[in-house]
RNA sequence: GGCCCCAUCGUCUAGUCAGGUCCAGGACACCAGGUUUUCAUCCUGGGAACAGGGGUUCGAAUCCCCUUGGGGUCACCA
């Protein structure tokens, strides 16, 4: 494969040129669609694949598909479900065909689960055979091995032999009518050059030779992901193609097939890469790794959320996976934040949708000049291939959640207590039964100016759902200064103070602690806020310390006052130590 | 290793296709001050890049070549 020296981006088109895809205005629907395998929850890779084929589609008034590609029949007993569909619904990508699901998809070109669409493959795929462009071929796996093999030992490239074409006709047939395992492999041309006009990369050039005859059909008689790519996309009117770059290779496959099935060939777009911020494959092992070096680098030897067996076998065999609320409880437990890979995780992390969105389109694609924020309706009017980039990009936690921060101060008490409402139904119900409703409102509004996720309100506010008796008071060093030098003087001087305060509000609360800080610490608020904030928390951060005693209500504050006086010899002996 | 793709601050990028307006703009991160009862915010300022080498041109981040570096792919996975 070459590249032409002047990389021309033939078909390439700009603002006031004429779209090669569509000659007239209206002539062809552009249609699109995202076709992933079912494999649980949807990666941020593929979430951007789908949202640059969304956007393209509602770009051009057209129609964005979904295909559940599950021709593999060992991964597909895995059942790993379909959990993506709620993902793509969570980030407003919607379908207007494919799986049906909460009143999206349906449509005329399914069904759109390949597994059920093995009539038409095997149609296709008879139709290749008769025209002399496919082939029945006997070899068994550990054959195909052993010739890969011997290629790798002698240092050379490895292609199919072409040894089931010298097999006689009348052999084929006897094996054939004996039931003999098979497969059918396209017959690649190897005298012609390949030429793909990729939106994004420009033009790609395959020099005859490079590829050799791949299998389309599999053994136990389901078509290969290249062959049922190119059928479905002709059945079902794919125009655009985008997807990974790591599909560019698979291009002149499905090209070649397309030509031998005498289809039309949709438009291609290969968009960059996205790996981690240390430039790391984002895996869905990384969630195991971190956890696994958080307990090595502690010296963990158990926790309370895993069975001791499991936890064992799960930290000496680097291949398993903790199940999500395993290692989400595992990670609280340590104090380690996890890497999000999945949307799902993003969205449990407190993540905007919306936010997410605006990030994943500015990976790989730009609007141009200094625009970085924007929204889906935006993304859909400004979106056009001509501005994808081509050299991969690093997924960047910090700018994400700066972004989320942003989207959060900007939004109305009413919707970020709606948001947060919602993330503790799914994510954190204690905090709804601990509070009321202008409990809650006071959580939202204590936290909206501080929070950079969702989620950060109900790290901070723990306190808020531990019993009275339950708080643990940290022992480290930036407790022992907020406790100061005389902890109990201050701490029983504002329980008292407290105790007596006309009533439980912020104002009055500030005003009983003004006092104390007057007669006891100089005034300065501070002084006093600090030992009373280890008190009643257990630790050194929580919201302003009147909204937090109002949150906590007036008998839980003045029993946890009184717990702390009891256990300061300890506290402040654990604190020195 | 073969084949292919890519290359602007630490990161995402604008600028590249139509060479001059760019001693390269923005954002995140970072550093230094400031505001703040903790934390997080917030405000002000700062450092920070055209991978290297050859060409073409009056002129190159922009066009060409080479080198280097990064990535993808080489399955009866998708």
């Given at each position: ?9 033939v ?45 393209f ?75 002399g ?39 084929a ?57 190119v ?19 698979n291009?002149?496959?499905h ?18 890469l996205i ?97 970085e ?8 009017e ?18 994400l959640k700066?972004f ?5 101060q ?11 409402r ?20 006071l ?26 008796d ?59 806020a ?48």
């Amino acid at each position: 494969m070459t590249t032409s020296a002047a990389r021309t981006r033939v078909g390439r088109w700009r603002p006031g040129m004429i779209r090669p895809m569509c000659p007239t205005p209206g002539a062809e629907v552009v249609r699109t669609r995202f076709a992933p395998s079912p494999s649980g929850h949807l990666h941020v890779g593929g979430a951007r694949t789908a949202l640059f084929n969304w956007a393209f589609a509602k770009h051009h008034g057209g129609v964005f598909m979904l295909r559940i590609e599950d021709t593999d029949q060992r991964r597909s007993s895995e059942a790993a479900g379909l959990a993506f569909l709620a993902d793509l619904a969570w980030l407003g990508i919607d379908w207007d065909e494919g799986p049906e699901f909460e009143g999206r998809g349906g449509g005329s070109a399914g069904p759109y689960f390949q597994s059920q669409r093995l009539d038409l493959y095997a149609r296709e795929i008879e139709r290749l055979i008769a025209g002399g462009h496919a082939y029945r071929a006997f070899e068994t796996p550990d054959e195909l091995e052993a010739k890969r093999q011997a290629a790798r030992t002698a240092n050379v490239p490895y292609r199919y032999d072409r040894a089931a074409l010298a097999v006689s006709d009348r052999d084929a047939a006897t094996w054939l009518s004996e039931g003999r395992p098979h497969v059918v492999r396209l017959r690649v041309p190897d005298d012609r050059e390949i030429v793909v006009q990729d939106q994004v990369l420009g033009e790609v050039r395959i020099p005859p030779g490079e590829l050799d005859d791949f299998v389309i059909r599999k053994a136990d008689g389901f078509p290969t992901y290249h062959f049922a790519v190119v059928v479905d996309d002709e059945a079902m009117g794919v125009t655009h193609v985008l997807r990974a770059q790591e599909h560019l290779y698979n291009t002149p496959r499905h090209v070649l097939l397309q030509d031998a099935l005498g289809y039309r060939r949709p438009v291609y777009g290969h968009l960059p890469l996205i790996f981690n911020a240390d430039g790391s494959k984002m895996s869905k092992r990384d969630r195991d790794r971190a956890l696994r070096a958080a307990v090595r680098d502690r010296g963990v030897t158990g926790a309370r959320s895993i069975p001791a067996e499991l936890f064992r076998t799960w930290l000496s065999e680097n291949e398993r996976q903790l199940d999500l609320d395993s290692a989400v409880a595992l990670a609280e437990e340590l104090g380690v934040e996890l890497p999000e890979i999945n949307v799902d995780d993003f969205r449990r992390a407190g993540y905007l949708p919306g936010v997410l969105v605006n990030y994943l389109s500015l990976l790989g694609w730009s609007p141009g000049g200094d625009i970085e924020k924007f929204s889906m309706s935006f993304l859909v009017e400004r979106f056009s291939l001509d501005r994808i980039g081509r050299s991969n990009a690093r997924f960047d936690r910090e700018k994400l959640k700066a972004f989320n921060l942003d989207a959060i101060q900007g939004m109305g008490s009413g919707s970020f207590e709606a948001a947060l409402r919602g993330h503790a139904a799914a994510f954190h119900p204690a905090f709804l039964a601990r509070l009321d409703d202008a409990g809650f409102r006071l959580f939202a509004t204590a936290n909206h100016e501080r929070c950079r996720t969702l989620e950060e309100p109900f790290r901070l506010c723990q306190f808020l759902v531990i019993a009275d008796d339950a708080i643990v008071y940290g022992a480290d060093r930036a407790v022992r200064k907020a406790l100061g030098a005389d902890p109990e003087t201050l701490v029983r001087a504002a329980h008292d103070a407290l105790a007596s305060a006309a009533s439980w509000d912020a104002e009055s609360i500030a005003a009983a602690l003004a006092l104390c800080a007057a007669q006891h610490a100089e005034g300065k608020l501070g002084k006093v806020a600090q030992p009373i904030r280890v008190a009643v928390t257990g630790t050194t951060v929580s919201p302003p310390i009147d909204v937090t005693l109002v949150m906590l209500g007036r008998a839980s504050t003045l029993a946890r006052l009184r717990r702390f006086l009891e256990h300061l010899p300890a506290i402040t002996q654990q604190a020195t130590a």
